[in-house]
């Protein structure tokens, strides 16, 4: 069976105010967790049931995942499922990843980033509590390109 698959990724630097998405304190211990929790539930869907055309990591803030990661993710879901995601969507959020990182997630398969940019004014991104200005958006997504 083909399908989609969408993986929540939890954990934050900080949480925002208007946000209501399920998320947490990013830690080792709890990315552990996260990881068990996965091969549990990929277990329940059964081994080599569905095949599986794309990837979207959403969150929380997903960019927080460095690209070994985002590899090591690759390879369970390939040994668990038919691994045949043409696309892999990580979101991305200024100002959490440097150009090592980019290129790396990259690397690691991922196709797409969806930028999680709010605003262009400073003056909504304080509001916002977003941790980046206008500029460092910008300066990310042309990074990113």
Known sequence: MRA????H??????????CHFYSVADSDDLRVEWREGLKREADLAGREK?????????????SLLRPDEIHALR????GRFRLEAGEWTLEANPG???ASFIRG????????????VQSFDDGILRTLGRRYSADEARDFFRLCR
């Open 75 to 78: 390879r369970f879901l390939a």
């Open 50 to 62: 569905f095949e599986i055309d794309t990837v979207y990591i959403g969150g929380g803030t997903p």
């Open 9 to 18: 990724f939890p954990f934050c630097g900080a949480k925002c105010p208007y």
């Open 96 to 98: 959490v990843a440097d």
């Open 105 to 116: 997630w990259k690397e690691a398969g991922v196709t797409r980033l969806s930028i999680g």
């Open 4 to 7: 989609g698959l969408y993986l």
